[in-house]
Nanobody, 125 residues
């Protein structure tokens, strides 16, 4: 069992930056691929970024490439999402996700084993 708790969301102006953190419980954090998904009002939850268990492989949705960076610290059982050059269309609830995967990156909602409660990010124009 893994519990995920996100923090770091809030209101930011367009062009600004925010860093999200996701703290995980349990001693098996390093066995999980981690990801960030987001859901805007009236839209389906979508993949944003993913990272494999070691941090050596990452994947991003095209709309955030070059602006967002996912990273993890297995010793602290924490995954981060650094978001730069934010746009109003980035406004959403951001969810941390964990998938028990020995290889690869989780990039679909169906592949997620555990979800965090979500944190709101609002980008004003």
């Amino acid at each position: 069992q893994v519990q995920l708790v996100e923090s770091g969301g809030g209101l930011v102006q367009a062009g600004g930056s925010v860093r999200l953190s996701c703290a995980a419980s349990g001693r098996t954090f390093s066995r999980y691929a981690m990801g960030w998904f987001r859901q805007a009002p009236g839209k389906e939850r979508e993949f944003v970024a993913g990272i494999n268990w070691s941090g050596g492989s990452t994947l991003y949705v095209n709309s955030v490439k070059g602006r967002f960076t996912i990273s993890r610290d297995n010793a602290k059982r924490t995954v981060y999402l650094q978001m730069n050059s934010l746009k109003p269309e980035d406004t959403a609830v951001y969810y941390c996700a964990a998938a028990r995967m020995s290889t690869g990156v989780v990039s679909t909602t169906q592949g997620v084993d555990y979800w965090g409660q979500g944190t709101q990010v609002t980008v004003s124009s």
